[in-house]
């Protein structure tokens, strides 16, 4: 947990709180959400997260970045991630 290490997601129709996504160890620096609104990705420092929107699991931990990732974005079809690796 810590204040900017966790994901909230929140209904817009009604502005009720539905998820708190926790787990990453840095500060979440990019959200995006798959085409289809079922996954939600979350980058901080050099891992990504991908999360399941319906029910807030935790579906899988991509690492490998040597940096800090300020962008992430899914491919049209959602089979793909696209990130864009900064600098500290």
Do not use: Y
Not at 36 to 62: P, V
Request: proline share 1%; net charge neutral; charged share 20%.
């Amino acid at each position: 947990g810590g204040m900017g290490k966790t994901v909230r997601l929140w209904d817009t129709a009604t502005g009720t709180h539905r998820q708190t996504l926790e787990g990453h160890d840095g500060w979440v620096r990019a959200v995006a959400f798959s085409p289809d609104g079922n996954m939600l990705a979350s980058a901080s420092s050099d891992k990504i997260r991908l999360w399941d929107t319906a029910t807030g699991t935790h579906r899988q931990t991509l690492e490998g970045h040597n940096g800090w990732v300020n962008t992430v974005a899914f491919s049209r079809n959602g089979q793909c991630l696209e990130t864009d690796r900064g600098l500290l």
